[in-house]
């Protein structure tokens, strides 16, 4: 009789070792952690931070997961939570072929690794293993409609917290197949049509936090007997039913697995807004940069983007964002907002920034347009930008695939810096070049107390 699904997953997660890993994957899995932990340590310069600090006086529990960025411990749940919502913050975080996977992954497996005194090379693991499985369920879910109206990657990220906390605590293949399956049934729900879709996008955006919580949570009930349905994936009230999918793929699910590595498609913004914006972004800085006009002297009449139709759309066309939440998915913000020449991140949020008259006078400036043509198999969110001088002339520029996605990426040069301009402003310059040495050499590490010792150290 066939395994179920959960128990394939199982088994390759209690069965994944880090000598076994290809090293471009671990070289990979030690990128995320250093574009996660960067983008957590931004977070901290947004309000969300203060509503998160008050929650976690409110919440009150004890424990011994340390939150990054701070000198208060918790329980490992409610750490992953805190942590989640932060490397999501400013929307500069991972991206994958749905979602942004690090922002659960990495802010469960930091969460449970400092509470079972992990040593290096076993977040490396668990981390892939958290990728691997969180990927995995994403590509198995299937749609028939191209816009759907059930949509929400929290619903799935959830997988990834799970396996990452069953590496960390353990749990043999059939606790971690549970783990799976508890997960499942606790996931959070496809909110994203209405958090970031909806009439104005929040900071609960994608639920990320509920979705780390939730499955290190799963993992610590499994390894003490809690247990979930292992079927959970198949027939017609599987997962994919509860996910708001109309199939779900169980070849994608469980092939390959330990071959071939999801983590392997994981990419890094360089700016800090939707994925689907930043080739958009790139173009125009391109056209501008061919011409030799600076888009602050506004010597040009009108900017056109021609890009995927969903960025023509609600809440992406949005003009005049009114605020951090709304700023992070209205295309012609992020473009004004790189012509500008603003440092990506927590700068491009500050009121000042979105109520700038310089920016407004930009935007007034760009068109959308919906690229209606056939897409093109080599091109990923393809963006045409057109400009449009006052004395008549027209050029243009195109990106097919933007600059750091995984068939694209950024050089680990590039990471390097991005974190170190997002960590500085909550740790300083020094503390944050030792916090970038400890992440760059975790695989030789007996225990990540450096780490969190760097992190965490007194504010």
Same mark, same amino acid.
């Given at each position: @009789?066939?395994?179920?699904?959960a128990?394939?997953?199982?088994?390759?997660?209690?069965?994944?070792?880090?000598?076994?890993?290809?090293?471009?994957?671990?070289?990979?899995?030690?990128?995320?952690?250093?574009?996660?932990?960067g983008?957590?340590?931004?977070?901290?310069?947004?309000?969300?931070?203060?509503?998160?600090?008050?929650?976690?006086?409110?919440?009150?529990?004890?424990?011994?997961?340390?939150?990054?960025?701070t000198?208060?411990?918790?329980?490992?749940?409610?750490?992953?939570?805190?942590?989640?919502?932060?490397?999501?913050?400013?929307?500069?975080?991972?991206?994958?072929?749905?979602?942004?996977?690090?922002?659960?992954?990495?802010?469960?497996?930091?969460?449970?690794?400092?509470?079972?005194?992990?040593?290096?090379?076993?977040?490396?693991?668990? +981390?892939?293993?958290?990728?691997?499985?969180?990927g995995?369920?994403?590509?198995?879910?299937?749609?028939?409609?191209?816009?759907?109206?059930?949509?929400?990657?929290?619903?799935?990220?959830?997988?990834?917290?799970a396996?990452?906390?069953?590496?960390?605590?353990?749990? %043999?293949?059939?606790?971690?197949?549970?783990?799976?399956?508890?997960?499942?049934?606790?996931?959070?729900?496809?909110?994203? +049509?209405?958090?970031?879709?909806?009439?104005?996008?929040? +900071?609960?955006?994608?639920?990320?936090?509920?979705?780390?919580?939730?499955?290190?949570?799963?993992?610590?009930?499994?390894?003490?007997?809690?247990?979930?349905?292992?079927?959970?994936?198949?027939?017609?009230?599987?997962?994919?039913?509860?996910?708001?999918?109309?199939?779900? %793929?169980l070849?994608?699910?469980?092939?390959?697995?330990?071959?071939?590595?999801?983590?392997?498609?994981?990419?890094?913004?360089?700016?800090?807004?939707?994925?689907?914006?930043?080739?958009?972004?790139?173009?125009?800085? !391109?056209?501008? /940069?061919?011409?030799?006009?600076?888009?602050?002297?506004?010597?040009?009449?009108?900017?056109?983007?021609?890009?995927?139709?969903?960025?023509?759309?609600?809440?992406f066309?949005?003009?005049?964002?009114?605020?951090?939440?709304?700023?992070?998915?209205?295309?012609?913000? /992020?473009?004004?907002?790189?012509?500008?020449?603003?440092?990506?991140?927590?700068?491009?949020?500050?009121?000042?920034?979105?109520?700038?008259?310089?920016?407004?006078?930009? @935007?007034?400036?760009?068109?959308?347009?919906?690229? +209606?043509?056939?897409?093109?198999?080599?091109?990923?969110?393809?963006?045409? /930008?057109?400009?449009?001088?006052? %004395?008549?002339?027209?050029?243009?520029?195109?990106?097919?695939?933007?600059?750091?996605?995984?068939a694209?990426?950024?050089?680990?040069?590039?990471?390097?810096? !991005?974190?170190? !301009?997002?960590?500085?402003?909550?740790?300083?310059?020094?503390?944050?070049?030792?916090?970038?040495?400890?992440?760059?050499?975790?695989?030789?590490?007996?225990?990540?107390?450096p780490?969190?010792?760097?992190?965490?150290?007194?504010f």
């Amino acid at each position: @009789m066939q395994q179920p699904a959960a128990m394939v997953l199982g088994n390759y997660i209690a069965r994944e070792t880090h000598a076994d890993l290809p090293p471009d994957v671990i070289q990979i899995a030690n990128n995320c952690l250093l574009d996660s932990l960067g983008c957590l340590l931004g977070g901290y310069c947004l309000p969300i931070a203060g509503v998160l600090d008050g929650f976690l006086g409110d919440v009150g529990s004890r424990g011994d997961a340390p939150i990054i960025g701070t000198n208060r411990t918790t329980d490992p749940g409610t750490a992953a939570f805190v942590q989640a919502c932060l490397i999501n913050a400013l929307d500069f975080d991972d991206i994958y072929r749905k979602g942004h996977p690090g922002a659960t992954v990495v802010a469960a497996a930091l969460s449970v690794a400092a509470h079972v005194n992990s040593c290096g090379t076993d977040i490396l693991e668990a +981390m892939v293993v958290g990728y691997e499985v969180g990927g995995r369920v994403a590509m198995s879910l299937s749609h028939t409609h191209p816009r759907k109206t059930v949509h929400g990657h929290g619903t799935w990220q959830v997988f990834g917290a799970a396996a990452a906390a069953s590496k960390l605590l353990k749990l %043999d293949a059939r606790q971690s197949a549970h783990a799976i399956a508890i997960a499942a049934a606790n996931a959070p729900v496809a909110s994203v +049509m209405k958090t970031v879709y909806g009439t104005e996008p929040t +900071m609960t955006k994608n639920n990320f936090g509920a979705a780390a919580q939730t499955g290190v949570n799963a993992a610590f009930l499994a390894r003490n007997g809690f247990e979930g349905p292992l079927d959970v994936f198949e027939g017609e009230t599987g997962f994919w039913r509860m996910a708001g999918a109309d199939a779900c %793929d169980l070849e994608n699910l469980t092939s390959g697995l330990g071959r071939v590595y999801e983590i392997r498609e994981v990419g890094f913004k360089p700016y800090s807004c939707c994925r689907i914006v930043q080739s958009s972004i790139q173009a125009s800085l !391109k056209v501008f /940069a061919t011409v030799g006009v600076d888009p602050k002297d506004h010597a040009h009449e009108r900017l056109v983007i021609t890009a995927p139709p969903i960025v023509c759309e609600p809440p992406f066309n949005n003009p005049a964002p009114a605020d951090i939440w709304a700023a992070q998915f209205s295309a012609p913000y /992020a473009v004004a907002m790189a012509l500008l020449g603003i440092e990506p991140g927590p700068n491009w949020f500050s009121e000042e920034q979105i109520r700038s008259d310089a920016a407004m006078r930009l @935007m007034a400036r760009i068109e959308l347009r919906p690229d +209606m043509g056939k897409p093109d198999p080599h091109s990923q969110h393809v963006a045409r /930008a057109q400009l449009s001088l006052r %004395d008549g002339q027209i050029f243009h520029a195109e990106v097919k695939i933007a600059l750091g996605e995984a068939a694209n990426p950024l050089p680990r040069s590039f990471l390097e810096e !991005k974190f170190i !301009k997002l960590a500085r402003r909550r740790l300083g310059h020094d503390r944050s070049l030792a916090l970038l040495k400890n992440i760059s050499s975790i695989g030789t590490m007996a225990n990540l107390e450096p780490l969190f010792a760097e992190a965490c150290r007194k504010f």
